[in-house]
């Protein structure tokens, strides 16, 4: 990474290059469903995208993070964490009081989510036996179930964390 300020903007979904999407899922076809009359937002350094997230309403009130991503190369360095944080600040500005997500039952994200106050809300059993068509691996262990998490945004004081900068 080069000493230029990193850069935490919206942007449409199309300009987020794939092959950072499918960092974080390795569906295609999830990407592209997803991706439609979503929200999209990015780290960007150098002109070059190196964190993307994307997410969209689900209900009123309620959004969902469909993917959140970092480039292998900066990964580690707390640029997702504050691309969650600015993101998370960016719903909220939006009118959106919740914030939901689903991700494997095992691993390092459970600990950045859990960092930023996400909770459990409920376990899908054999999601990713389920919807993916080649498993996913993490570890050496394959993932098979899905943890929904949630963060209502009006008890987070996201405020005092946010660094556009």
Partial sequence: MSSEQVEYLEVSPKTIPLTLLLEADPSELSIRSYSTGAWGFVAQQDDQIIGACIAKTIRDGCAEIFNISVHPSTQGKGVGTKLLTFVLHELEQKGIQRVELGTGAFGYQLTYYHRLGFRVGEVIQNHFLENYSE??????????????????????AIHSQVDAG
């Fill in 135 to 156: 498993p996913i691996f993490e570890n050496g262990i394959q993932h098979k179930d899905m943890l929904r998490l949630y963060l209502d945004l009006k008890s987070l």
